[in-house]
């Protein structure tokens, strides 16, 4: 069965930092590309930051220079370093993993990021 469980939201200042991590099991996650999407409410769900299994990353405008998304394929994670939040970073955080060439493809449950002015 596989799982992608994240954690590591929470409430923070606007100008703080979190670090999401998100937990990957059930797959051989070495070989699945992994991102970062968020949704805010009334809100489409978007792309903030993924990571190829060769370690390359992209990021949307908003967080660039902000954020940073890593991975740790021995501890099968992948984390999401959030620094200089803002009020409008302010969503429901969601990990995705996908195999590149197949329809595999899997979601985490979300984490809660509120950032407060």
């Known amino acids: 069965q596989v799982q992608l469980v994240e954690s590591g939201g929470g409430l923070v200042q606007a100008g703080g930092s979190l670090r999401l991590s998100c937990a990957a099991s059930?797959?051989?996650?070495?070989?699945?590309?992994m991102d970062w999407y968020r949704q805010a409410p009334g809100k489409q769900r978007e792309l903030v930051a993924g990571?190829?299994?060769?370690?390359?990353?992209n990021y949307a405008n908003s967080v660039k220079g902000r954020f940073t998304i890593f991975r740790d394929n021995a501890k099968n994670t992948v984390y999401l370093q959030m620094n200089s939040l803002k009020p409008e970073d302010t969503a429901v955080y969601y990990c995705?993993?996908?195999?590149?060439?197949?329809?595999?493809?899997?979601w985490g449950q979300g984490t809660q990021v509120t950032v407060s002015s």
């Open positions: 059930g797959i051989i996650f070495s070989i699945y590309a």
């Open positions: 995705h993993g996908r195999r590149v060439g197949s329809q595999a493809d899997y």
């Open positions: 990571t190829t299994t060769g370690g390359y990353t």
